[in-house]
Each structure stands twice: as C-alpha cells, then as structure tokens.
C-alpha cells in the first residue's frame, strides 16, 4: 500500500510589495540569508534549471522551472538532494498584492506524506516562509533552524 499523497499549502502576508517578494524568492543573495543559507542559481525561464547550493558548494535541491509569471507565480519540480532516492516532486510560490502587502501562498505537491515527514517539510516551509517575511520586514533573517 503506497502512501497518500496531498497537498500541503503554506500562506504567509508580508508587509511589502510583490516586486520585493518575487526579487527575494529569486535572488542568490537573499536566499542565503533566509533558505537554510542556500543560493539559488537559474536563469528563471519556462523550462530552465534552477539550483540551491550550501555554502561548502554542494548542491542541497534542483528542479526545473515549469511555469514562471515574474512577480507573481513560480512552478517548479523540487528534488531535495539531502535526502537518497528522493523523488520530484512540485514547489509553487503565487504572490498576490493585498493592498501594499503580498500574499504568499507556497504549495508543495505531488510528494507523498511519508516522504514529506520523513523530509521534515513542513517545519520547513513554515521556517523558509516565516524567515523570508522576517528578512523583507526587518532586514534580518531568522536564527537557523536546523
């Protein structure tokens, strides 16, 4: 019998514009300092690469860009690299303006739930989503989870 598998959607409202979440998803430089120190690299373009590396070089997750609308919806496939025999799955950010504020709405599918506990995703993406909101509204960053 093979594990269920869901969606499991995040939200978070970030005080700021679209355009400063979406550069922040996106930029090397910012996702070091809230994705578990992690750089992403891609050329974000409709079936381009993208990559995460920690900062000894190697690569913590990849994935290809399935479908991407700047400043507002990124769908990517999402392999953790950490984990052996991981399988892909789907990641997708949608950003919406609310006023001056962002909605971000993060869903990741198309995992089983056991692969999801086992990969320990949801505390994850509530540290990713809440650590992202903390560095756009204050500037720093919080302290590292893991």
């Not at 496939?77 to 052996?84: A, D």
């Not at 320990?120 to 903390?134: N, P, R, T």
Request: glycine fraction near 4%.
């Amino acid at each position: 019998m093979s594990a269920a598998v869901a969606a499991h959607e995040y939200e978070v409202i970030i005080n700021a514009a679209p355009e400063v979440v979406w550069q922040a998803i996106t930029s090397p430089d910012s996702t070091q300092k809230y994705y578990f120190k992690t750089r992403v690299e891609s050329t974000w373009e409709k079936d381009s690469d993208f990559r995460y590396y920690n900062l000894d070089g190697s690569l913590s997750s990849e994935g290809k860009v399935i479908e991407i609308e700047p400043q507002s919806h990124l769908k990517t496939t999402f392999t953790p690299t950490w984990i052996p025999d991981s399988q892909a799955s789907t990641v997708t950010w949608d950003i919406q303006p609310l006023g001056t504020t962002a909605l971000v709405k993060l869903t990741h599918d198309s995992i089983n739930d056991t692969a999801f506990a086992e990969g320990q995703f949801h505390a994850g993406w509530i540290y990713v989503l809440s650590s992202l909101k903390s560095l756009i509204e204050t500037g720093e960053a919080l302290p590292d989870l893991f």
